[in-house]
């Protein structure tokens, strides 16, 4: 099993940034791939980023040059980090795992971005 906890989210302004961290603990040993997620509000879950254990990187369109994603493997830690917030990122942050060919989600963290 594989826990995992986000934290970093909350309110900021529009042109803002924000940084999210997702720790790991229970068998990281197996974990590969980690990322992050959203959900806007009415919308499906989408993929935001994902990282290998090997640190190959992988983000969807819309968040590329604005979103980094970064992975602390000593820590069992994965990063978000966010520039130049707009409101469309408003939405719930998951961060996920890829582990013993299960998938394990973090809770979610909102991040509400104002105009």
């Known amino acids: 099993q594989v826990q995992l906890v986000e934290s970093g989210g909350g309110l900021v302004q529009a042109g803002g940034s924000l940084r999210l961290s997702c720790a790991a603990s229970?068998?990281?040993?197996?974990?590969?791939?980690m990322g992050w997620y959203r959900q806007a509000p009415g919308k499906q879950r989408e993929l935001v980023a994902t990282?290998?254990?090997?640190?190959?990187?992988n983000y969807v369109d819309s968040v590329k040059g604005r979103f980094t994603i970064s992975r602390d493997n000593a820590k069992n830690t994965v990063y978000l980090q966010m520039h130049s917030l707009r409101p469309e990122h408003t939405a719930v942050y998951y961060c996920h795992a890829y582990a013993y060919t299960m998938d394990y989600w973090g809770k979610g963290n909102l991040i509400t971005v104002s105009s």
């Open positions: 229970g068998s990281t040993f197996g974990i590969n791939a």
């Open positions: 990282i290998t254990k090997g640190g190959t990187t």
